[in-house]
């Protein structure tokens, strides 16, 4: 079984300064891993995704994100968050040769003016 | 591309009543998967569809669930007998199926159905 934990469910931070949004999972085979992002009445939108090579993975709108196998972490970053960013945030993973994808509970990203 | 539509945006309805969601994936995308999110969680995973056929169902989907894609093409999920705990909304997602372990694949996501059972 997999699982994934984000958390904190809200996150305030003034805009221009850094964030990083936490998600840790479980599972017991190799997994794929995603950050998706849900602005308000509009639908998820993936954001980056994990499936091999470099640790390091850059998605959409400036954001980042580093798979950390020992520790079971995929954090999501982003260096100086703009107003636009407010929204919630959901780390899912999905493992090898299954379909489905398990979601966190989801990090709602306030950034204040 | 037009995006994944869902029908209706919203409905609401009465405990006991059946109720029918209709949603249209990305053309030419063969996986069609729907989810239903609740207040204050993410989306929970409830079956999955590689073109017609239903390979996947999650223990949540009660025998009051039941999803159809007759031609590979929409997929509609009715929930027969409403409960209010039934009220949630309801996403729908598509994939173009060309990752060979499709687990990598890229979901694209609808708007939603908010269901609101009294």
């Known amino acids: ?113 | 591309d037009t995006g994944v539509s869902q029908d209706p945006r919203h409905k609401i309805t009465k405990r006991g009543q059946n109720v029918t969601f209709r949603c249209d994936p990305i053309s030419e995308h063969n996986r069609l998967y729907w989810y239903r999110q609740t207040l204050g969680q993410g989306p929970e995973f409830l079956t999955y569809f590689q073109n017609e056929a239903q390979l996947e169902k999650s223990r949540l989907l009660s025998d009051r669930f039941s999803a159809e894609r007759p031609k590979g093409s929409f997929s509609t999920l009715e929930i027969q007998r409403t409960e209010q705990g039934d009220s949630a909304m309801y996403l729908c997602a598509s994939s173009p199926g060309t990752s060979g372990g499709s687990a990598a694949d890229t979901q694209y996501f609808g708007p939603g159905t908010r269901l609101t059972v009294l």
């Open chain 1, 1 to 113: 079984a997999q699982s994934v934990t984000q958390l904190d469910s809200q996150v305030p931070v003034f805009e221009e300064a850094p964030v990083e949004l936490r998600c840790n999972y479980s599972s017991s085979v190799s997994v794929y891993l995603f950050w998706y992002v849900q602005y308000p009445n509009q639908g998820l939108q993936l954001l980056l995704k994990y499936l091999s090579g470099s640790t390091l993975v850059k998605g959409i709108n400036g954001f980042e994100a580093e798979f950390n196998k020992s520790q079971t972490s995929f954090h999501l970053r982003k260096p100086s968050v703009h107003i636009s960013d407010t929204a919630e945030y959901f780390c899912a993973v999905s493992a090898g040769g299954y379909q489905k994808v398990t979601f966190g509970t989801g990090t709602k990203l306030q950034v204040i003016p």
